[in-house]
């Protein structure tokens, strides 16, 4: 159930708007990696997490990066429950940190591991270009979507706190 700010407590609503955002932050990571593990990976084949060595290796660096997201995802559920059970989860809160944790992983993947480490692309063609734009346009899409509802319950916070902040 999404609470509205005005029903938290008020001397403990400042000190749970970050531990939702975290918990949003690890699930939109641990999700984006998944994805990334599941269709990129194992089910078109068309890059493994390390590429330059044997096949083995590749498996296995996948297999490290599927653990990877998958503890990304565990941590977020345990903070998830904690705020469910102390009753100060903010469902769009938490949505506005699992698109920014999506997009600021893919974001992270197609510049650093694919362009400045180069560990792998996102597919081997020759012409990989429109493969980027989309992958990288797709992870600054994700992220704008979080920064809007990240800031809309900023907003939604100062305003029930009564404090006049600055709308831009």
């Not at 999506?102 to 560990?119: A, N």
């Not at 509802?149 to 900023?154: L, N, P, R, V, Y």
Request: no cysteine.
């Amino acid at each position: 159930m999404d609470k509205e700010i005005s029903q938290f407590p008020h001397s403990k609503r400042h000190a749970y708007l970050g531990r939702n955002l975290l918990s949003g932050l690890f699930f939109g990571l641990g999700l984006a990696a998944f994805i990334d593990e599941t269709v990129f990976h194992q089910l078109l084949h068309w890059h493994h997490f390390y590429d330059k060595s044997t096949t083995t290796i590749g498996l296995v660096s996948d297999g490290l990066f599927h653990a990877f997201s998958w503890f990304a995802t565990i941590a977020s559920l345990f903070i998830l429950a904690d705020l469910r059970h102390k009753q100060f989860f903010w469902l769009k809160r938490w949505w506005g940190g699992v698109f920014l944790g999506s997009g600021g992983f893919q974001l992270y993947d197609g510049i650093i591991q694919h362009k400045i480490m180069r560990i792998h692309q996102i597919r081997y063609v020759e012409n990989i270009f429109l493969y980027d734009l989309i992958w990288n346009i797709t992870a600054v899409i994700l992220i704008l979507i979080g920064i809007f509802f990240i800031k809309s319950t900023k907003k939604e916070f100062h305003r029930f706190e009564g404090e006049v902040i600055d709308e831009k």
